[in-house]
Protein backbone atom coordinates (compact mmCIF):
# COMPACT_ATOMS: atom_id res chain seq x y z
CA UNK A 1 0.00 0.00 0.00
CA UNK A 2 1.16 3.95 -0.89
CA UNK A 3 -0.43 7.14 -1.56
CA UNK A 4 1.34 8.89 -4.23
CA UNK A 5 1.19 12.63 -3.42
CA UNK A 6 2.23 15.51 -6.06
CA UNK A 7 4.73 18.10 -5.19
CA UNK A 8 3.93 21.28 -6.28
CA UNK A 9 6.58 23.62 -7.72
CA UNK A 10 6.79 27.12 -8.22
CA UNK A 11 5.77 28.68 -11.35
CA UNK A 12 9.41 29.75 -12.75
CA UNK A 13 10.53 25.98 -11.59
CA UNK A 14 7.51 24.63 -13.65
CA UNK A 15 7.88 26.67 -16.99
CA UNK A 16 11.33 25.49 -16.82
CA UNK A 17 10.96 21.90 -16.48
CA UNK A 18 8.26 22.24 -19.26
CA UNK A 19 10.46 24.30 -21.45
CA UNK A 20 12.88 20.96 -21.95
CA UNK A 21 12.28 17.86 -23.74
CA UNK A 22 14.37 15.94 -21.42
CA UNK A 23 15.44 16.57 -17.67
CA UNK A 24 19.23 16.49 -18.05
CA UNK A 25 21.19 14.28 -15.76
CA UNK A 26 22.09 16.41 -12.92
CA UNK A 27 18.47 18.43 -12.31
CA UNK A 28 17.35 14.27 -11.79
CA UNK A 29 20.46 14.10 -9.09
CA UNK A 30 19.81 18.05 -7.72
CA UNK A 31 16.23 17.02 -7.44
CA UNK A 32 16.42 13.62 -5.84
CA UNK A 33 19.36 14.98 -3.64
CA UNK A 34 16.39 18.12 -2.37
CA UNK A 35 13.64 15.53 -1.80
CA UNK A 36 15.90 12.96 0.21
CA UNK A 37 16.78 16.29 2.67
CA UNK A 38 13.04 17.06 2.70
CA UNK A 39 12.28 13.59 3.80
CA UNK A 40 14.76 13.17 6.59
CA UNK A 41 13.22 16.53 7.54
CA UNK A 42 9.86 15.15 7.46
CA UNK A 43 10.49 12.11 9.46
CA UNK A 44 11.44 14.11 12.38
CA UNK A 45 8.39 16.51 11.89
CA UNK A 46 6.27 12.99 11.91
CA UNK A 47 8.28 11.64 14.78
CA UNK A 48 7.24 15.24 17.07
CA UNK A 49 4.29 15.70 15.82
CA UNK A 50 2.47 12.13 15.39
CA UNK A 51 4.34 9.66 16.89
CA UNK A 52 5.04 11.14 20.72
CA UNK A 53 2.21 11.61 22.33
CA UNK A 54 2.73 10.12 26.33
CA UNK A 55 1.86 6.42 26.47
CA UNK A 56 -0.31 6.76 29.38
CA UNK A 57 -2.68 8.80 27.99
CA UNK A 58 -6.09 7.86 26.23
CA UNK A 59 -5.91 6.78 22.43
CA UNK A 60 -6.42 9.52 20.08
CA UNK A 61 -6.96 9.90 16.40
CA UNK A 62 -4.49 12.54 15.77
CA UNK A 63 -1.58 9.64 16.07
CA UNK A 64 0.05 7.28 18.18
CA UNK A 65 1.06 7.28 22.02
CA UNK A 66 4.83 5.36 21.76
CA UNK A 67 6.29 4.30 18.73
CA UNK A 68 7.57 0.46 19.39
CA UNK A 69 10.29 -0.89 17.81
CA UNK A 70 8.71 -2.40 14.87
CA UNK A 71 7.23 1.16 14.20
CA UNK A 72 10.07 2.86 14.56
CA UNK A 73 12.63 0.87 12.20
CA UNK A 74 10.02 1.37 9.62
CA UNK A 75 10.08 5.06 9.79
CA UNK A 76 13.50 6.12 7.92
CA UNK A 77 14.12 7.64 4.61
CA UNK A 78 15.56 5.63 2.03
CA UNK A 79 17.81 7.05 -0.60
CA UNK A 80 15.25 8.56 -3.91
CA UNK A 81 15.50 6.19 -6.92
CA UNK A 82 16.09 8.41 -10.32
CA UNK A 83 13.92 6.10 -12.79
CA UNK A 84 14.05 7.66 -16.24
CA UNK A 85 13.18 11.08 -16.16
CA UNK A 86 11.18 10.73 -12.90
CA UNK A 87 12.56 10.65 -9.29
CA UNK A 88 10.88 8.38 -6.87
CA UNK A 89 11.36 8.71 -3.05
CA UNK A 90 8.81 7.40 -0.59
CA UNK A 91 9.48 7.24 4.01
CA UNK A 92 9.25 4.50 5.52
CA UNK A 93 9.57 0.12 4.30
CA UNK A 94 7.17 -2.98 5.46
CA UNK A 95 8.41 -3.85 8.26
CA UNK A 96 6.41 -6.90 9.01
CA UNK A 97 5.74 -8.20 12.67
CA UNK A 98 3.81 -11.72 12.77
CA UNK A 99 2.71 -11.13 9.58
CA UNK A 100 1.44 -7.93 10.32
CA UNK A 101 2.56 -4.87 8.21
CA UNK A 102 2.78 -2.66 11.28
CA UNK A 103 3.36 1.00 9.64
CA UNK A 104 0.32 0.34 7.03
CA UNK A 105 -2.09 -1.22 9.66
CA UNK A 106 -1.42 2.69 11.69
CA UNK A 107 -1.18 4.46 8.00
CA UNK A 108 -4.12 2.73 6.65
CA UNK A 109 -6.42 1.11 9.12
CA UNK A 110 -7.26 -2.56 9.06
CA UNK A 111 -10.32 -4.78 10.41
CA UNK A 112 -9.14 -7.77 12.33
CA UNK A 113 -11.29 -11.08 12.01
CA UNK A 114 -12.55 -13.63 14.67
CA UNK A 115 -10.48 -16.29 14.91
CA UNK A 116 -10.10 -19.14 17.45
CA UNK A 117 -8.15 -18.82 20.54
CA UNK A 118 -4.62 -19.86 20.01
CA UNK A 119 -4.40 -20.57 23.91
CA UNK A 120 -2.22 -23.11 25.14
CA UNK A 121 -4.48 -22.96 28.73
CA UNK A 122 -7.35 -25.47 28.09
CA UNK A 123 -9.48 -23.78 30.92
CA UNK A 124 -9.45 -20.54 29.01
CA UNK A 125 -9.55 -21.99 25.77
CA UNK A 126 -13.16 -23.40 26.72
CA UNK A 127 -14.24 -20.36 27.96
CA UNK A 128 -13.01 -18.19 25.30
CA UNK A 129 -12.88 -20.31 21.82
CA UNK A 130 -12.46 -17.48 19.87
CA UNK A 131 -11.15 -14.03 19.96
CA UNK A 132 -13.13 -11.15 19.18
CA UNK A 133 -13.12 -9.44 15.60
CA UNK A 134 -12.15 -6.06 16.01
CA UNK A 135 -11.02 -2.81 14.21
CA UNK A 136 -7.98 -0.13 14.07
CA UNK A 137 -8.66 3.01 12.49
CA UNK A 138 -6.46 4.68 9.93
CA UNK A 139 -4.55 7.12 11.33
CA UNK A 140 -1.88 8.12 8.93
CA UNK A 141 0.33 9.69 10.74
CA UNK A 142 3.35 9.48 7.56
CA UNK A 143 0.45 11.27 5.02
CA UNK A 144 -0.23 13.75 7.88
CA UNK A 145 3.35 14.70 8.16
CA UNK A 146 4.15 14.63 4.21
CA UNK A 147 0.91 17.07 3.59
CA UNK A 148 1.97 19.10 7.06
CA UNK A 149 5.44 19.78 4.88
CA UNK A 150 4.45 19.67 0.70
CA UNK A 151 4.95 23.80 0.60
CA UNK A 152 8.70 22.81 1.66
CA UNK A 153 9.17 20.04 -0.60
CA UNK A 154 7.59 22.54 -3.38
CA UNK A 155 10.32 25.79 -2.32
CA UNK A 156 13.33 23.38 -1.76
CA UNK A 157 12.57 20.87 -5.34
CA UNK A 158 12.21 24.40 -6.94
CA UNK A 159 14.95 26.07 -6.14
CA UNK A 160 17.32 23.10 -6.78
CA UNK A 161 15.80 22.58 -10.59
CA UNK A 162 16.14 26.26 -11.08
CA UNK A 163 19.87 26.53 -9.63
CA UNK A 164 20.98 23.10 -11.90
CA UNK A 165 19.45 24.51 -15.33
CA UNK A 166 19.61 27.83 -14.77
CA UNK A 167 16.72 30.19 -14.37
CA UNK A 168 16.05 34.05 -14.20
CA UNK A 169 16.21 33.67 -10.12
CA UNK A 170 19.74 31.70 -10.69
CA UNK A 171 21.05 34.28 -13.07
CA UNK A 172 20.05 37.17 -10.33
Do not use: C
Not at 58 to 70: A, Q, V
Not at 111 to 128: G, L, M, V
Request: proline share 8%; hydrophobic share 35%.
Amino acid sequence: MSVVTTIKLSPEAQKLAASLKTMPARALEVIAAAMYKENTATVTHIQKKYLSYPAAGPTTKLGLRHISGDYAKSLWTPKPVINGQTVQSNIGSPVKSHGVSYPAVHEFGADFPSRPTKSKNKSYAKRHPKTKAWSLPARAPIQKGITDRLPDYGRTISAALIAAIGGDSAKN
